[in-house]
Nanobody, 127 residues
Framework: QVQLVESGGGLVQAGGSLRLSCAAS????????MGWFRQAPGNEREFVAA????????DTADFVKGRFTISRDNAKNTVYLQMNSLEPEDTAVYSC????????????????????WGRGTQVTVSS
């Protein structure tokens, strides 16, 4: 029902910043709560950040609090992940996901709450 395409990944030095984008098509982004997850080789998928359909509620993983910010621009059908103070440990493939939820104020943190996934974008942070 909705297709998601991430962009904005790349190579950055430790302490630098990147802004990831997730563009939606097929359905308007306002219909979904949105989340960002990441997965490094050999590691499990990790929750990074989520934002409710309303945009009023967000949640972030402890390891990114104060560094990453999730936001959405429904007019552009796009969700963003602003990443600051990047560390080598942040190196991973970052994927966005959409959840069709009746609760407009819920920002899910579990991968199984999401219905649609993008292919991901690689973020590499060098020392």
């Amino acid at each position: 029902q909705v297709q998601l395409v991430e962009s904005g990944g790349g190579l950055v030095q430790a302490g630098g910043s990147l802004r990831l984008s997730c563009a939606a098509s097929g359905r308007t982004l306002s219909s979904y709560a949105m989340g960002w997850f990441r997965q490094a080789p050999g590691n499990e998928r990790e929750f990074v950040a989520a934002i409710s359909r309303s945009g009023g509620n967000t949640d972030t993983a402890d390891f990114v609090k104060g560094r990453f910010t999730i936001s959405r621009d429904n007019a552009k059908n796009t969700v963003y992940l602003q990443m600051n103070s990047l560390e080598p440990e942040d190196t991973a493939v970052y994927s966005c996901a959409a959840a069709a939820l009746p609760d407009s104020n819920w920002a899910p943190t579990d991968f199984y709450d999401y219905d649609y996934w993008g292919r991901g974008t690689q973020v590499t942070v060098s020392s």
